[in-house]
């Protein structure tokens, strides 16, 4: 030991051979450190303690109106976000009136690959899970209702009028207890065929009732919660999500095939709100906002190609119609309505290019508007077109058609100002003439002419015709005109 404090200066003796100013800078870096260490130290103590309370989280997602693209995306990105999260519970809050096939399977798809259990509540009191919304409540690991909710009416819906097989092309609408089953064409049968048997699989993965699964398919039954519960459709009723956690805790449900005991009474409530890209997606897959921008996009490229170079026009029209054709490729559409709208707007280009005087625009606007009402089925909560919308899309493209016709009828009226028609009955004057040929002074050009025999320079003479580079002309007094 005294061997290793020889080479050691004393505190005193260090302080008295170091000048000042480094005795301070020494200080302040050492401090600067200290600072920096126990920085560090309380963000790895935050981010763990962050990641231990993760577990105790509950998060809420809300599904508030129809199920469309938009909405699918934000509950399956919500689940993913649960597990990326490391979350205790999923609850999803349903209130719809129903939706599309293709993206309530997608929304089951998550839920059933889901590490994460998924609770379905129907909430709050008087909401309803119709249609599309019976389909997420069987699939829900838990199932709860809110007091004077209710659930049902899942029937498919043909998109159309067309008998497609379910979950490619139909959607589900409402139903009734009174609803008699589906009595149409072989498809129609295969629609409802499959979608009992993919409710029925979800109430026996779930151990529901399978039963009136069926009926709710084929008869469009509906229940309160109530009598969902009475009848073994949900696990128990649920004033508020405090309440959902309650009884949910200690239940046992599987994931990936394995019971996983609930542990949910301490779980802390984290609502997860949809993004920017969730809203926009919502706005641009609306049907009435995509039919505006269909028709947006093609009035802006029109109008580029009328005035080229104008650029502005183009611009908009072009980001509107691959925005609308977006929009389009990811909702059911009819077929029908798409050609009339198509057909619509080739005739309006048709009277822009070859003036009709209003027969081909005004025909066009009709098949435009009559294609709006077929675009998209009226029956599908969600998916149809209001009737505001189509009026300004007529009127808007009716009062193109009539501008264009305007314009046609006031040029065709209007004296011809520039060609060859505009010189036939122009009044020129001679310059020099001899033996029925000579000179002609006409709008400031010198012109060769021919006419009659004896002209004397100076007489007014009228152009009645064009031969090559010649004028045919006669004394402004004859009544010869062209």
Partial sequence: MPCLTLWRPA????????????????????????????????????LALSAQDDGRQAIVLTLEDAVTPATADYLIRGIA??????????????????????STR???????????????????????????????????H???????????????????????????????????EDASPPSGDAGEMKAVNDAVAYLQGL???????????????????????????????????????????????????????????????????VPLDPDWRTQLLSVITNPNVALLLMVVGFYGILFEL???????????????????????????VSYAGLALILLGL??????????????????GAAAIGLGALLLFDGDVPGLEVHWPVIAAVVVASAAFALLVARLAAVSY????????????????????????????????ERWNARGPDRLAPGTEVRITDLDGLTLVVTSAGDDGRA
């Fill in 81 to 102: 976000e649960a597990e990326a999260r490391g979350a205790g519970l999923v609850v999803i809050r349903i209130d719809t009136p129903g939706g599309l096939v293709t």
């Fill in 306 to 332: 009328i005035n080229p170079g104008a650029l502005v026009p183009g611009t908009i029209g072009g980001i509107s119609l691959l925005t609308g054709l977006y929009a389009l490729s990811v909702l059911p």
């Fill in 346 to 363: 080739a005739l309006i280009v048709a009277e822009a290019f070859s003036p009709s005087f209003g027969v081909l625009g005004i025909g």
């Fill in 203 to 269: 109430a026996e993965l779930r151990g529901r009732n399978g039963d009136w699964a069926e009926r709710a398919v084929r008869e469009a039954a509906t229940l309160t919660a109530t009598r969902a519960v009475e009848e073994n459709v949900v696990d128990f009723p649920a004033r508020s999500i405090a309440d959902l956690l309650a009884r949910a805790d200690g239940m046992v449900v599987q994931i990936d095939g394995a019971d996983v005991v609930l542990e949910t009474a301490d779980l802390g409530v």
């Fill in 142 to 176: 838990v199932a709860a209702m809110a007091p004077s909710t209710h659930l049902g009416a899942a029937t498919p819906v043909s998109m159309g009028g067309g008998s497609l097989p379910f979950g490619e092309r139909e959607t589900e609408g409402e139903g009734n």
């Fill in 11 to 46: 505190p005193y003796i260090y302080n008295m051979t170091l000048p000042w100013h480094i005795r301070s800078v020494a200080s302040s870096n050492a401090a600067f450190l200290r600072l920096v260490l126990f920085a560090t130290m309380a963000v790895f103590g935050a």
């Fill in 413 to 444: 009226r209007r004296r011809v100002v520039t060609g060859r028609d505009e010189m036939l009955g122009a009044v020129a004057r001679v310059q020099d003439w001899q033996g029925g040929r000579g000179h002609v002074f006409v709008h400031g």
């Fill in 106 to 140: 997608e929304i089951i798809s998550a839920i059933l690959d889901s590490n994460v259990p998924v609770a379905a509540w129907v909430a709050p009191s008087g909401a309803r899970a119709a249609s599309a919304g019976t389909y997420l409540v069987y699939a829900g």
